[in-house]
Every structure is written in structure tokens, then in C-alpha cells.
């Protein structure tokens, strides 16, 4: 049998237009005024990892002078047992209790240089899509080559059939600095209905 079915779905011009114009927005801001620009993306991806790191570093600091303070005091309670000074129990008490400790940190130091690596890649993430930003300053028409340039992945949400809303979110992922969402940001458009017959 056949029939009319109704096909509701974003067409391909809008969703060009639509990334087209964040492109636009997103460069426009940026050379605008770069300072509200990065505001926005620090104030989402960097603040807090930029104070985490930084209190990451210090802890790194402190556990690296607990870690070498505990190999001095191995090597005294060392000699110690050797000399006679403790008994041969307690040193090997000492020792697995100190030893423990110092993995312990060491597997903590490990984790928090992984954050502080991440954080700093991030910060690096950010100066590679500003020099994208630079590069396509004033764009007017969208290229497969600008596309995979600054977006890492468009997800397009279906729409929630409950509400009777037409309105359809879309959310770019951006190259190195993820999802930003900027000043006013609005990411829906209207779905477009088509009929065709089935």
C-alpha cells in the first residue's frame, strides 16, 4: 500500500547555514574582542583545571620532599638495624610502613603530573584554535576543509515529540577546546517538514 508519510528532518542547506554562521560568530568574537572571547572558553574548560593544576604542582613538590625524606630515613633505620640500635622487628616494621608510604605517593604524584600534563595540553588545545580562528577570519562560505577544521563533531538531537516543539538543538564540538558555549548562544533551528510519498 502505498501512502504519504511525513518526513521531519534539518535539511542540509540549514544545517550548513547554521554552522557557517557559528564559524562567523566564533571568529567575529574573537577578533572582536579576543579578551571576551577567551574569557568564555577559560571560563568553561580552564579556570577551575587551571587552579587545580597549580594545586597539583605544589602537592608534587611537597610529596617529592616526603618521598626523598623517606629513602634518607630507610637508609638510617638501615644502618640503625645493621648497628644493633633497633631491633631487627622493628626495622622491618619501619621499612614496610615507610615503604608504603613512599609508593603511595609515588602513585599519587604519577596521577596528579597526568592531570597537570592534561590541563596543559588543554592550554595548548585553546592557542591552536585561536590560530584556526586567525586563519579563517571573515569566512563567508563554509569548505569541507573549514569544517574539519574547527569542528570535531556536529550532534544533531532529535527533537522532543512531546512538546509539539519544531525546534531542533544542535551542538558543535569544536576542535581542541571542545564545547563552548558563547555569549546569547542559541544552538536550535527550526526543522524543515517534507513530504514525499512512500
Not at 39 to 57: M, V
Not at 77 to 97: M, N, P, Q, T, V
Request: aromatic letters at 10%; one cysteine or more; proline letters at 2%.
Amino acid at each position: 500500500m502505498v501512502g504519504d508519510c511525513i518526513v521531519e528532518l534539518i535539511r542540509e542547506e540549514t544545517l550548513k547555514l547554521f554552522v557557517l554562521q557559528r564559524i562567523f560568530d566564533v571568529t567575529a568574537l574573537f577578533f572582536d574582542d579576543a579578551m571576551t572571547f577567551e574569557e568564555a572558553a577559560r571560563k568553561q574548560r580552564f579556570q577551575e583545571a587551571e587552579r587545580e593544576a597549580r594545586k597539583r604542582k605544589r602537592e608534587i613538590a611537597q610529596a617529592e620532599k616526603r618521598i626523598a625524606e623517606l629513602d634518607r630515613i630507610f637508609k638510617r633505620i638501615y644502618e640503625d638495624d645493621i648497628s644493633g640500635a633497633i631491633s631487627h622487628e622493628r626495622f622491618l616494621k619501619l621499612s614496610a610502613d615507610y615503604e608504603a608510604e613512599q609508593n603511595e605517593l609515588m602513585e599519587q604524584v604519577k596521577a596528579w603530573r597526568e592531570a597537570v600534563e592534561t590541563f596543559e595540553q588543554d592550554q595548548a588545545g585553546f592557542a591552536s584554535f585561536a590560530a584556526i580562528v586567525r586563519k579563517y577570519v571573515g569566512i563567508r562560505e563554509l569548505t569541507p576543509t573549514i569544517v574539519n577544521e574547527f569542528v570535531k563533531k556536529i550532534i544533531v538531537h532529535a527533537p522532543d515529540k512531546s512538546s509539539g516543539h519544531r525546534r531542533q538543538k544542535i551542538e558543535l564540538v569544536w576542535n581542541f577546546i571542545g564545547e563552548v558555549n558563547l555569549p546569547g548562544d542559541d544552538q536550535t533551528v527550526e526543522r524543515q517538514r517534507k513530504s514525499r510519498t512512500a
